[in-house]
């Protein structure tokens, strides 16, 4: 299994337009915990640019259905998103 890091650059006004959505993503983010896919995630405060989410898993294709299923990215909250392997040093 593999770390990876998801990025997210997010829009300006992302705290206040999240807010119809952000249910649906904690239900989401939730469910990939249970799988023991997601480890932890949040975004990054001041600015409010990016959110982090770290994955443990086989594939990235786990971190891909994610990313199709997640209300802020189909919701243009998400300008933009990157997937990096992360070789983790100290645990």
Not at 9 to 21: E, F, L, S
Not at 36 to 44: C, D, K, S, V
Not at 65 to 91: C, M, S
Request: charged content about 20%.
């Amino acid at each position: 299994m593999t770390y990876y890091i998801l990025i997210y650059h997010v829009v300006g006004d992302y705290v206040t337009r999240r807010a119809p959505y952000r249910e649906e993503h904690l239900r989401l983010a939730r469910e990939a915990q249970r799988q023991g896919n997601l480890i932890l995630g949040g975004a990054l405060a001041d600015p409010v640019d990016q959110a982090i989410l770290v994955f443990h898993c086989n594939d990235k294709s786990v971190i891909e259905d994610f990313i199709h299923k997640d209300p802020y990215v189909n919701n243009g909250l998400i300008t933009q998103w990157e997937i990096r392997p992360w070789t983790v040093a100290i645990q």
